[in-house]
Each structure stands twice: as structure tokens, then as C-alpha cells.
């Protein structure tokens, strides 16, 4: 079917997301200047459900990472980082965010009219992304001298085994313990399970945005998801973020009907596996989609689909959502996650981002690639670079790279 050009045009709910982002930011730093709310930090896959049920407004570190990233302020802050002691090798999010602390500097500014990210009343994590984010958390305690709470979840997983559930349900209930004294108040089960209601809906209307691009032409990208993301990794847990997606749908969805591609012309359908690479968002639009290839669909996206949440067994459905994900597992399960993906998106390539700073994430190391590729007979590209330090990635290389790659796909056509 031909794209319909000439209905090419930006998403109308681009505007809306930035308001919704200033909104929940200002609320955020208005409560940490007048004191009228407790703040807690929150891993991006942490709980945030609990937190919001007990009266915590929630701000998320890993958002300020990505800004930064996206800014391209990190690349000047890490250095300050690594002058106190943390490595340049280790998560960028922490050390570009340790560098804007320590500096003093911040992309909320200039976006959003606010110093700063809010004073915390206490840090919150789940170690089951990575260890960086208990360091990063432990750094914050230290300096606000303000408690931190974990959730230890295993890595690794193969099958999510009940005695997990069990193990992490019963951290999630200490917790619940633990943040009463700071909060003043003890947990009502009822807002637990009202919260996570929202946060059921939020996953699944985010899975319903990602899934649009199952369409040919994809309704949207890999580039756009990355920015659609803010209200489930933020938001998740409120209606603000119900609002925003059923409009984000609807827009989606009149693309669809009407046959407009997220870029011009879609010739190859790719898939980008992990991390974006924050400040080089733009040079991977524009140049995917100058070579008529849309990155239709991502693990990263993906990341933030918690489809075991579940109001009726509030905390051991939270244990299986956030320890089932893709970054959780091990070898087998990721596999057999990608394959399912790319045949549901129907890709013709694969692109790996090996993010030089976020190790635990990259899959590209262990042969995956070429393991998935014997398999499917798709071809794949590996990527070097970084989620904010752009001192680990190489445009000029990375562009061979890409326009070598597409070209390549298209030969695989013609044969
Ligand atoms: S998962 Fe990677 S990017 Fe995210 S906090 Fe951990 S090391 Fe950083």
C-alpha cells in the first residue's frame, strides 16, 4: 500500500506530553519549596505503586539521566563524577547526574523554569535492573542524609518461580513498613490497589501505542516511543497518564486509518535493541528515515509494559511485573523475547546498540546476535556507543555503518 505523504506532520500530543512534563515537574519542585507533600526517588522499574498509594509524590532520576543526555549536557558533567571517585565505566545516567549535582546544573531550567530536581525524603530502588542505581541512590543518601530503601530482586532469572514472587512480594510489604514513619501515615490497602488499577491501564495503553507499529506504514518510531515513554515511566499510577495516552492513541490510530507513515517512506522495518543513545536522537531519525528504514519497534519500549500488575493481589503481582522484565532474565528468555518481537513487528534487521556504559543491558557480547540472526535468517548491525556519553560513540563510523547496512538489506531484496 503507498504512504500517503502529503499527511505527513508531527503529533498534535508532542505539545500535550510537554505540557504534562512541566506540570509534573512543578508540582514536584513547588512541594519540595513549601514542604506540602513527602518526595521519594524512585527507580524507573521500582515501586512506584506503593509509593504513590501511601502519598509520596514520585520523581525519577533516571529521567533527569536521559535529559541530560538528550541535552547533551552529560558529556561535560561526567568528568566532575569521576573526579570524586566514580569511574567513567560505569552507568552514565549516574555519573552525568552526579556531575549535574555536584555542578549545580540541569536541563529542568531551561525546560521547565525549576532549579532543580526536588529535595528527597527518602530513595527507593530495585536492584533488578542493575547495581548502579543502589550506588547512585547511596550517593544521594549521603549527601541529603535521607534513608534508602531496596528491593533485592535476583538477575538472571530463567522461569519466575513462585519462591521469587514470595521473596520480593515480602521485601515490597517491609517496605510498606518502613516508608510509614517517614510519611506518617500506614498503608491502606484500598490506594494500593486503586494505584496499581492506574498503572494496569497505563501498561496497557502504552503496549496499545507500541503495538501501532505492528501497521505498514508504522505509525510511529523507535525515536518517537523514546519520547512518548516520559508518562509510563513517570506517570504510571495516575490518570494524567490514562489522558495522555488515550489522546496519543487516537492520533495514532487516524494515522493508521489513513495509511501515514511515521517517516516519509517505509522501505525496511528495523529493530533496535536496547538503550537509545539520548543526545544523537535527531541523527538517528533523520538519517533512518532518509534511508527509508523505520525503527519500528524496541526492547526499550518494551521495558515499561508490566503486564502481571494486578489490583486483586496487589503485592505479588507488583514482585512478578517487575521481576519478569526483559532486563531480569537470563539468556534463553531475552532470545526467546526478540523472536517473538521481530516476528510480530516483522523486521527485516536488527540494529544492537552496545552501550559501552550500561553493560548489563547490552546483549551484543555473548553472541546473541549472530545466534538470532542463524535462526531467523535476519540480519543485524552491532552499534558501538553509549545511552550519554558521546565520547563512546562515533557519527562518522556509525553512519558507514548504517548506510553499508540498509544497503545490504536492499541487495538481500533484490536476490
Ligand atoms: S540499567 Fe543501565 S542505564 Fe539504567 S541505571 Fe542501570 S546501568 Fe544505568
Not at 513547588?30 to 518526595?39: D, G, K, L, V
Not at 489513513?258 to 543513545?277: F, N, S
Amino acid at each position: 500500500m503507498q504512504n500517503n505523504t502529503s499527511n505527513f506532520r508531527p503529533l498534535e500530543t508532542s505539545r500535550r506530553l510537554k505540557d504534562l512534563m512541566c506540570a509534573y515537574y512543578r508540582e514536584l519542585d513547588e512541594a519540595s519549596s513549601n514542604r506540602s507533600a513527602r518526595i521519594a526517588w524512585c527507580t524507573s522499574q521500582g515501586p512506584v505503586e506503593l509509593l504513590r498509594a501511601m502519598g509520596f509524590l514520585v520523581y525519577f532520576p533516571e529521567n533527569h539521566g536521559a535529559l541530560l543526555g538528550a541535552t547533551r549536557m552529560a558529556t561535560e558533567l561526567i568528568p566532575y563524577a569521576t573526579a570524586v571517585g566514580y569511574s567513567p565505566d560505569i552507568c552514565s545516567y549516574l555519573t552525568s547526574d552526579i556531575g549535574a549535582f555536584l555542578t549545580g546544573r540541569t536541563p529542568l531550567t531551561g525546560a521547565y523554569n525549576i532549579p532543580g530536581p526536588p529535595r528527597p525524603d527518602v530513595l527507593v530502588y530495585n536492584n533488578n535492573q542493575c547495581r548502579d542505581v543502589q550506588e547512585w541512590f547511596e550517593f544521594y543518601s549521603r549527601q541529603y542524609e535521607v534513608p534508602i530503601l531496596g528491593i533485592r530482586t535476583p538477575r538472571g532469572v530463567g522461569e519466575v518461580s513462585s519462591g521469587i514472587i514470595e521473596a520480593v512480594a515480602d521485601q515490597m510489604e517491609k517496605m510498606a513498613e518502613d516508608l510509614a514513619p517517614i510519611c506518617g501515615q500506614h498503608l491502606e490497602i484500598e490506594n494500593l490497589k486503586d494505584t496499581i488499577r492506574l498503572s494496569k491501564q497505563c501498561t496497557e495503553l502504552w503496549k496499545q501505542v507500541l503495538e501501532a507499529a505492528v501497521n505498514r506504514p508504522s505509525p510511529l518510531t523507535f525515536f518517537d516511543a523514546c519520547i512518548y515513554i516520559g508518562p509510563a515511566v513517570m506517570l504510571r499510577g495516575t490518570e494524567r497518564a490514562i489522558t495522555y495516552y488515550l489522546e496519543l492513541i487516537d492520533e495514532l490510530q487516524d494515522r493508521m486509518r489513513t495509511k501515514t507513515g511515521a517517516i516519509p517512506e517505509e522501505r525496511y522495518r528495523l529493530y533496535w535493541e536496547r538503550m537509545p543513545i539520548w543526545g544523537k536522537l535527531r541523527f538517528f531519525a533523520e538519517t533512518m528515515a532518509r534511508m527509508k528504514a523505520c525503527v519500528v519497534a524496541s526492547t526499550y519500549g518494551h521495558s515499561w509494559v508490566f503486564e502481571a500488575l494486578d489490583p486483586e493481589q496487589p503485592f505479588g503481582s507488583m514482585a512478578r511485573a517487575y521481576t519478569e522484565l526483559f532486563t531480569v532474565r537470563d539468556e534463553r528468555s531475552k532470545a526467546s523475547f526478540l523472536l517473538k518481537m521481530f516476528e510480530a513487528f516483522g523486521v527485516d534487521g536488527v540494529i544492537y546498540h552496545n552501550s559501552k556504559t550500561c553493560p548489563n543491558c547490552a546483549n551484543s557480547q555473548y553472541g546473541m546476535p549472530e545466534r538470532l540472526s542463524k535462526k531467523t535468517g535476519i540480519p543485524y548491525l552491532i552499534i558501538d556507543g553509549d545511552l550519554n556519553d558521546l565520547r563512546l560513540f562515533s557519527q562518522e563510523q556509525t553512519l558507514t555503518n548504517l548506510e553499508a547496512f540498509v544497503e545490504m538489506l536492499g541487495q538481500e531484496r533484490l536476490e
